[in-house]
């Protein structure tokens, strides 16, 4: 049995030697089953590792056009990354959870974020989140993510904000924002 990480790498490297490969067929090749495959693939598509569509993935260049938000146009950071998978395998990536969560509030899709501390990737609807803070990576009011309610906090006594839900975070923007993504 291989470990995720290690079936990840395995991916990776068969994307080297081929530019497009089925799901089935990794599937195949890991041995694992296809929700597995679709769990590894996601998380590689996060870190804009390589691109989804239906039934298979690509190798992604490193300048495909795909590293824009798909709100605001701004060049993706990795830090910050925020993910939306649609129905239809499409995934539409935002610069940060400001613009994800506005972006998600109009798409019918499960989200991706960035633990802003470890770079790991988590569900957006699991993540706490830190809007108004001092810090501001991109888009304000900056809404930063984070998988540990605990550092979120430890975050905030040095930045300030207030910490909140997935869904309180996305009334928030609403609301400052009438919808319009923030510059
Ligand atoms: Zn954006
Ligand atoms: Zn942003």
Sequence with gaps: MLTPQQRREKILQYLQEQETLSIQELARRLAVSLMTVHRDLDAL????????????????????????????????AQRTLFLINLPDHQVKRACCAH??????????????????????????????YLVESELVTCCAPS?????????????????????????????????????????
């Design 99 to 128: 613009c994800g969560l506005l972006l998600l509030a109009r798409l019918e899709g499960w989200a991706l974020t960035m633990d802003f501390l470890h770079e790991h990737i988590l569900s957006a609807a699991q993540a706490v």
């Design 143 to 183: 809404v930063l993510s984070f998988g540990s309610p605990q550092e979120a906090e430890k975050f905030r006594t040095g930045f300030g904000g207030r910490l909140c839900s997935m869904q309180e975070a996305i009334d928030f923007l609403q609301q400052v924002t009438h919808g319009h993504p923030g510059r």
């Design 45 to 76: 598509a996060a870190e804009g590792r390589l691109e989804k569509f239906r039934g298979g993935v690509r190798r992604l260049s490193p300048s495909s056009g795909e590293d824009r938000c798909a709100l605001c146009g701004k060049r993706l």
